[in-house]
């Protein structure tokens, strides 16, 4: 099993992840071969919290082009985390 380090990669700070906050739903980038499982157990040893579900996504990469040269942007996985009532991940307060 992978440490909780491995499979969270960093919070996602957007409009509508605050929003979702808001409902005690969290959004983080992980990696891309981590299942639910090791999400939830990354989650609830790092921020001591309860984790009810998780829900995840797999983003492709954006083209992008720099000058002449054509590329694209990594692909991603991100995962939505839902907390039992009451429980809170401080680094989302406050932003």
């Keep these: 099993m992978r440490s909780p380090y491995d499979v969270l990669k960093k919070p996602v700070i957007t409009e509508r992840s605050m929003d979702l906050a808001q409902?005690?739903?969290?959004?983080?980038?992980?990696?891309?071969?981590?299942?639910?499982?090791?999400?939830?157990h990354a989650v609830e040893q790092l921020f001591n919290v309860k984790v009810l579900d998780v829900h995840t996504m797999n983003?492709?990469?954006?083209?992008?082009?720099?000058?002449?040269?054509?590329g694209r942007t990594a692909d991603k996985k991100k995962a939505i985390v839902t907390l039992k009532e009451g429980d809170?991940?401080?680094?989302?307060?406050?932003?």
Aim: overall charge positive.
């Design 23 to 40: 409902e005690n739903k969290y959004t983080f980038v992980v990696e891309p071969k981590a299942n639910k499982i090791e999400i939830k």
């Design 59 to 70: 983003v492709k990469g954006k083209p992008k082009r720099m000058g002449k040269y054509a």
């Design 88 to 95: 809170k991940i401080e680094i989302f307060e406050g932003v």
